[in-house]
C-alpha cells in the first residue's frame, strides 16, 4: 500500500490504512447495518415460508432443508451489504483487504492453517467434551445430520465449503478484524475476533460455548493468523473451506459425530 500524506500506519496492524480508516463511530454504525440486514432477510424469509406452508410455526424446528435455504437467503444480502461497505469504512479498495490472486506462499500458509485448525479444533472439542461430560454437535453438523435427500445434502455441501467460507471471513477478518487490529496489538485483535467467531457458532446453549464455541475460537485465531500473514483474503477462504470440507467428508463417508 501506498504510504504518503494521507496514509499513516498504524502501529499495531500489519497494513497501513488511511488516517481515516475504520473511524469507531461509522464502523459501529455500519456493523449495526450488518446486523438489520441479517434480521430483515431472516425475518422476511420466514414470513414467505409460512405463507408458501413450507414452515409450520406449530413446530419448534424449521425442517433442515428450509434451514439450508434459510441461512442462503440470509447470508447473501449481508455478504452483498459487506462488500459494498467494508471498502467505505476502511477508506481502500477491495484489493487493499486482500482481494487478490494468492501468491504460491499464501496457497501454502493456507493449507498449513486448515491443517492446524484440523488439529487444534478437533483436539480441544475432544479435550472440553471429555472434561465436561458432553458431546455437543456445532449447529452445521447437526443440520447435516437433518438433511434426508442427496439435493440437500449438495447444497449443504456448496453452503459449507463455498459460500459459507467466503462470508464468514469477509465478516471476522476483512471486517471484524481489521477493525480491531487498527487500533489494537494484532495479537489481541486475533484473540477478539476469534473469540466472537468461536461464540457465534455456539448459540444453541451456555454448555457449548466451551465444548464448540472454544475450540472454534482457536480455529479463529489461526484464520485471523493466516489473514495477518497473507494479507490476502482468497487464503483465508482455502483455509476455512479445507477445514469444513474435512468436518462435512468425515460425517458423509466416514460416520463421524
Not at 455478504?79 to 471498502?87: A, C
Not at 455437543?136 to 435427500?149: F, R, V
Not at 496489538?185 to 446453549?205: C, K, N, R, T, Y
Request: glycine content about 6%.
Amino acid at each position: 500500500m501506498r504510504n504518503n500524506s494521507t496514509w499513516a500506519p498504524s502501529a499495531p496492524s500489519p497494513i497501513n490504512w488511511p488516517r481515516e480508516a475504520w473511524n469507531p463511530w461509522f464502523t459501529v454504525l455500519a456493523f449495526v447495518g450488518a446486523v438489520v440486514v441479517f434480521v430483515v432477510a431472516q425475518t422476511a424469509y420466514v414470513v414467505a415460508a409460512v405463507a408458501l406452508h413450507a414452515i409450520d410455526l406449530r413446530h419448534p424446528t424449521i425442517p433442515g432443508g428450509q434451514m439450508l435455504w434459510l441461512q442462503l437467503f440470509t447470508w447473501l444480502p449481508v455478504t452483498v451489504y459487506l462488500l459494498f461497505v467494508t471498502p467505505l469504512v476502511a477508506k481502500t479498495s477491495l484489493r487493499g483487504l486482500g482481494f487478490r490472486a494468492p501468491s504460491a506462499r499464501d496457497i501454502g500458509i493456507a493449507v498449513i492453517g486448515a491443517f492446524a485448525m484440523v488439529v487444534l479444533v478437533n483436539g480441544a472439542g475432544t479435550i472440553a467434551s471429555e472434561m465436561l461430560h458432553r458431546r455437543d454437535t456445532e449447529t452445521a453438523i447437526a443440520l447435516l445430520h437433518q438433511l434426508k435427500t442427496p439435493f440437500e445434502k449438495v447444497v449443504f455441501v456448496l453452503l459449507a465449503c463455498v459460500f459459507a467460507p467466503f462470508y464468514e471471513e469477509l465478516t471476522f477478518r476483512v471486517f471484524v478484524f481489521n477493525s480491531l487490529s487498527r487500533y489494537v496489538p494484532i495479537a489481541i485483535a486475533m484473540i477478539v475476533s476469534g473469540m466472537f467467531f468461536g461464540i457465534l457458532h455456539s448459540l444453541d446453549s451456555a454448555p457449548e460455548i466451551l465444548t464448540v464455541g472454544v475450540p472454534l475460537a482457536i480455529g479463529g485465531i489461526v484464520l485471523a493468523y493466516v489473514y495477518a500473514s497473507t494479507k490476502c483474503f482468497w487464503a483465508n477462504v482455502v483455509t476455512h473451506a479445507l477445514f469444513n470440507a474435512v468436518s462435512v467428508v468425515s460425517i458423509l463417508f466416514f460416520h463421524a459425530a
